[in-house]
């Protein structure tokens, strides 16, 4: 994100945006992929939703993967939950309150991140419901809207066979990532089911 970010601060905002989402989706595909991949060959079906919960040694990187996914958490956070301390914000101005305004902030945003931490916490398959999320939320928005929103921009190659080459690519993008969504979300779906049947509060604790 903070390429992305810092693309749109200088001139040609368009041309440094894509310099920036290119080098975002490269990282996204040699760390993320990279690690769902080697993971499941790793552990095949039975890995945990968790994957730091299938490690045992070295001791040092689950430590520092551990401290890596709070610092990534903890700026999702900042990002994802902006409309909620957005509410918080405009509650602190409605009662008056400017002059502890930082205070007032600090509890509620505080307390937002802790009621949240419990009751993923609580539930041992939390990462099914997170699973549903990213495949009805995260995969059109990240893979299938770019891909023909970028088909719908119109600023294809004059060149006639390199324009079909781009065409069929995006399209091509759109209607894999379109059936990865569907095929997650089914898997996510079917393992809540499954895990409904043993449920126990703090179970993975």
Known sequence: MLPEIQSTVREPAT???YKGVSTAYTLIVVSYWTLAFSG???FGSGVQPYILSSLTVPR????MANIFAVVQITGCFQIYCRPTYAHFEERIQAKN????????RLMYTSAYMATIT?????MPFFGDFVSVCGAVGFTPLDF????L????????PKNLGLRRTVKALCCAVAVLFSAIGVLACIGAIRAIVLDVKTYKFFHDM
């Open 97 to 104: 309150m400017a002059y502890r305004a930082w205070l007032w």
């Open 144 to 147: 299938v809207l770019p891909a």
């Open 60 to 63: 040092w990187a689950i430590v």
């Open 15 to 17: 041309t440094n945006m």
């Open 40 to 42: 499941y060959w790793a």
């Open 118 to 122: 419990l009751v993923a916490a609580a």
């Open 149 to 156: 929103a970028f088909l719908k921009a119109g600023k294809l």
